[in-house]
């Protein structure tokens, strides 16, 4: 058989074997063939060998032909992880997601999935959340359709199909966010709230060492508690005080607060996985000033801390942790969220997000006169306009405030009267 053509063999009755060679490869030295059976009449055959040809000649791979979903989205993540430019989270995302979409369609060929397809894939993944009494939003439905449109970009790249099939997709869209913003009564009674607890740590740590000291347990331990507690609070009290990411306090160390300028370096951040990682873009690495209260209470937390350190034979330094487990080391954030929870809502915030208190951080602001640029470079933003669109929320108190200037602008304004003369023929 010469390269390109194809030969046709009957298996069975109604059973063609189709057979087309592209020759050999040059660096593996293996033969190149495409190989599929047809049921049906020889016509419907050659037709198959037809299409084939003129998929290599549309610049298809041979492998085109056999290489399924599954299999290729396999080779996708591993190659994303072998870059090693992504972070743990992202690989995690992706493969969760291949994983998702391979329980439907893992066995289906590359070449056979179209738009219709991936848009019935969507209704089954839906369905089956649903199902599973773990039904998804818009917004996740959106991240399904832009990793599967990369897996089949990358099909395209590599020769295996000719166009992406999500191009002719709409994108599921995204759920419009709760942006919740908190008023300054609301942001006033919350920190009321973290001064006592964080007084009510402190007692109850103050009890607890008595208590060590007391069974002569001092020193030469594997962890203090209490440590744990505390941080939380000044987790908190960061947050409010700087709009802050999550990742960012419970990243942040002491060599990153200047206590005598009274101001915090933000430069990296601590993910859910425990991994300290860069700020989320260039202009997440900031200087962010903080109030004088809010520095004397660090500079208490700082003396406190490097005390109970010893215990553990652990000298605080540049490196360690503002916020600290009870062994003294990086904090597990998911342990955050589980106190969070309670705390709040014992507290009459229920159902506030941590990640609320950076909304509310440029909402007062920007309210009270502060410009778009100090609130984006505060807040860590490249752009100023996701300072405006993401989080600006408009206060009632300040339409009233818009609509009584507007009112008193025309008020002032002594209405002339212009008599126009109309001349008639």
């Not at 057979?19 to 190149?32: A, E, I, L, N």
């Not at 090693?84 to 060929?109: H, N, P, W």
């Not at 969507?122 to 399904?144: Q, S």
């Not at 007391?214 to 744990?228: I, M, S």
Request: charged share 30%.
């Amino acid at each position: 058989m010469a390269k390109g053509d194809g030969s046709i063999t009957e298996v069975r009755r109604g059973v063609w074997r189709v057979c087309v060679s592209f020759g050999t490869d040059p660096v593996t030295g293996k033969r190149q063939k495409v190989q599929r059976n047809v049921q049906g009449t020889k016509a419907e055959a050659r037709k198959e060998r037809d299409r084939i040809r003129q998929e290599h000649e549309n610049g298809l791979s041979f492998e085109a032909a056999t290489v399924t979903f599954g299999e290729f989205a396999k080779l996708w993540q591993e190659s994303r992880a072998a870059t090693g430019e992504l972070s743990t989270r992202t690989l995690k995302d992706g493969e969760y997601m291949v994983a998702c979409y391979s329980r439907f369609i893992g066995s289906v060929r590359l070449a056979d999935i179209d738009p219709r397809m991936v848009e019935s894939l969507y209704a089954a993944i839906r369905k089956d959340k649903a199902d599973r009494g773990r039904p998804v939003g818009g917004t996740t439905m959106h991240k399904c359709h832009v990793v599967l449109k990369q897996i089949m970009q990358k099909a395209v790249d590599h020769d295996l199909i000719l166009r992406n099939p999500c191009d002719r997709v709409k994108a599921p869209k995204k759920d419009d966010p709760e942006r919740r913003s908190l008023s300054v009564e609301e942001g006033a009674r919350l920190l009321c709230c973290v001064d006592v607890a964080e007084e009510q740590g402190f007692a109850d740590f103050d009890a607890k060492e008595a208590r060590q000291t007391a069974r002569g347990n001092l020193f030469g331990r594997v962890e203090v508690h209490g440590l744990y507690p505390i941080s939380n609070i000044i987790a908190l009290r960061i947050g409010l005080a700087t709009g802050m990411r999550l990742g960012e306090v419970f990243g942040l160390s002491w060599g990153g607060v200047d206590l005598h300028q009274s101001c915090i370096q933000v430069s990296q951040q601590l993910s859910t996985y425990g991994e300290i990682t860069h700020p989320k873009s260039k202009a997440g690495i900031r200087t962010v000033f903080i109030d004088a209260a809010t520095a004397a209470h660090l500079e208490k937390w700082k003396r406190r801390q490097a005390v109970e350190l010893l215990k553990l034979g652990i000298k605080q330094n540049d490196s360690t942790p503002v916020c600290c487990s009870d062994k003294g080391g990086w904090f597990n954030v998911q342990n955050f969220q589980r106190w969070w929870r309670p705390w709040r809502t014992e507290r009459g915030f229920e159902g506030l997000k941590f990640h609320e208190l950076r909304h509310t951080q440029a909402t007062q602001l920007l309210a009270n006169g502060v410009d778009v640029k100090t609130v984006q470079n505060r807040l860590g933003h490249s752009d100023a306009s996701l300072t405006l669109n993401w989080y600006a929320h408009a206060l009632p108190e300040n339409d009233k405030r818009a609509a009584d200037l507007v009112g008193n602008l025309f008020a002032s304004k002594p209405v002339e009267t212009r008599i126009i003369e109309v001349r008639t023929a």
